[in-house]
C-alpha cells in the first residue's frame, strides 16, 4: 500500500483470526475498497510524518482494525455506513519505538485536532475508553468532523 503500511495490517482482526481470511478476500476482490486502503493508508502516513515532526522522533502507528468485511463489520458491532466497510477508515495509536510505550492518546488526538490535516479526514474522534483513535477518509461532504468519545457512548467536543 505505502511505504510504511501493508494490506495485511490493514485487513488484519486481531480479535477475530477466524475472519482476516475472509476480510481479505472481501477486499482483494473490490476495487472500491482497494482503492479506500490506499487512501486510508495514505493519510495514515501524512499523520505519521506530522506526528514525527510535532514530537521530534518516529514514531509508530498501529492500527487496530482497518477495512472490515460485512460479516467482520457485524461482528464487532460497526455501523452499516461505517467507513471501515469501503476501506476508507482505520482505527490507530501511536507507538514510541525506543520503549515500546503507547503515546498517550489524548494528548495525540489533541495535537492532531490542531495540526491542520483535518481537511483530510472526514470523522476522527477519540474513543477514550479504547484508547484509539479513528479517522476516516475525507469524502467532500462534512468533512473536517471531530470529537471525543465517551466511555458512555456520548459524542463530546471536548473533556
Known sequence: MTEHFTFDELTDSPHH????????????????VMDGLRETAELLELIRAAA?????????????????????NALVGGSATSQHRLGQAA????????????????????????????????????????????????????????WYLLPNGARVKEV
Request: net charge positive.
Open 91 to 146: 482505527d490507530w495509536y501511536l507507538i514510541d519505538p525506543t520503549d515500546g510505550n503507547m503515546v498517550d492518546p489524548k494528548l495525540v488526538f489533541g495535537w492532531l485536532v490542531l495540526s491542520g490535516l483535518s481537511r483530510r479526514w472526514h470523522q476522527c474522534y477519540l474513543d477514550i475508553r479504547r484508547h484509539f483513535i479513528h479517522v476516516g477518509v475525507a469524502t467532500g461532504r462534512e468533512d473536517g468532523q471531530w
Open 52 to 72: 514525527g515532526r510535532y514530537f521530534h522522533r518516529e514514531l509508530v502507528v498501529r492500527v487496530t482494525s482497518g477495512f472490515r468485511c460485512h460479516q467482520l
Open 17 to 32: 483470526p477466524g475472519m482476516v481470511a475472509i476480510n481479505r478476500q472481501a477486499a482483494l476482490t473490490d476495487m472500491v
